[in-house]
């Protein structure tokens, strides 16, 4: 049983399909403020450095689902210190968690955002400080983008259960200032990443909790109306989404884990149609430049096993320019590669594991030339990355 919940995990990644009871969930809240105050951990990592923009980068951990353990982590660039758990000490009279599968982080202006899937919120903290400044609630939020000074959340809209007869998601719209919705609009099936280009939201539609029959499109959203004017056909289960500097969107498709593999489709938004797709598997993309960095953990029913890749392609050549990044080896010491960030300064390429999902994964800092430079602890499950040029005290 154990066995078929992680490979759940691993295939449908935070397509989930059940939470906690409720009863357990509401004792659990309860409970909380009985609780002492959970102290955060310090290990130097690395020697001080002189960064000159970015001076640190926030660690997203998910938890695994159910367990109330989404967590903060902080690597500070100038001192070589990582700090693990830096929320509950810094927000002692709210909380001692932040919930339940934290599923995305930015850094937007002076604030820190979190998204919390099946807490149903979104968390904003100081940048500097990560002290609570506020929350959005919105149900089974998913992933946050900005445009002047509204944000833009995507949500499944609905319980966090699989239902072939599941509804279609939204785009909810929130002032960055007064954290009031002011807006939302019906999208595509339990939609996930979002990207913004010349006044226009483009929204990956997956689908995950209909299986089999997976939503295959994009839906384009005018920010002025606030209202879809286009639905792009891509392919099926739709999930990452980055904006390349020719204007070109670069689109995840899962696949089915059966027959269909993942790939990742290129999309015009001028003649909104799908021009190529570049031939690599991805579960997470990060873009530097010219450079698309992919890391992917394809699992397969037909294989019974995950295919692992480090891929890096150039946007501008269009080709492939490496199958696996990491250059020294140690990729054999990642069990389950999860999450990608590249530091926009220095060029660092960090990956984190998730290791076995239930217990403290790792994160890996290489070189840009592939070159493991440090590894260090992190909470459950690492997988999303926040720079930030902010002093953090």
Known sequence: ??????????????????????????????????????????????????????????????????????????????????????????????????????????????RLFVVVNCSHYVEVMDVRTAQHVGSVNITNCRYITFSGDKAYVSSYAGPVQIDPEARPGKVVEFDVNTLEITREVVVGYQPEEMVIKDGKLYVANSGGYRFPNYDRTISVVDLE?????????????????????????????????????????????????????????????CIDGDKLYMISVEWS??????????????????????????TDGTDSSISVPYGLGINPETKEIFISDATNYVTPGYLYCFSPEGKLKWKVRTGDIPAHFAFTEADFY
Do not use: W
């Open 301 to 326: 029913y037909v294989s019974g096993k995950n295919e692992v890749g480090y891929a890096i392609y150039d946007t501008a050549k269009k080709e492939i320019l490496s199958r696996n990044f990491i």
């Open 1 to 110: 049983m154990y066995l078929v919940m992680c490979k759940i995990k691993c295939i449908m990644k935070r397509q989930v399909v059940s939470c906690l009871p409720v009863l357990f969930f509401i004792c659990l809240l309860s409970c909380r403020e009985d609780l002492p105050v959970l102290s955060s951990e310090t290990e130097v990592v690395t020697n001080p450095g002189s960064p000159h923009l970015v001076k640190g980068m926030f660690v997203l951990n998910e938890g695994n689902m159910g367990s109330n353990k989404c967590s903060i982590d902080f690597m500070d660039f100038r001192s070589g210190i990582y700090t693990r758990n830096i929320y509950p000490e810094r927000n002692p009279e709210i909380v001692k968690e932040l919930g339940d599968v934290g599923n995305d982080i930015e850094v937007y202006g002076n």
């Open 225 to 285: 109306s606030f209202k879809v004017v286009d639905t792009i056909d891509v392919a099926i289960n739709l999930h990452r989404m980055e904006l390349a500097s020719d204007g070109m969107i670069y689109v995840s498709s899962r696949g089915d884990y059966y027959g269909t593999g993942s790939d990742v489709f290129v999309v015009d938004p001028v003649s909104g149609k799908v021009v190529r797709s570049i031939g690599l598997a991805a579960s997470e993309m």
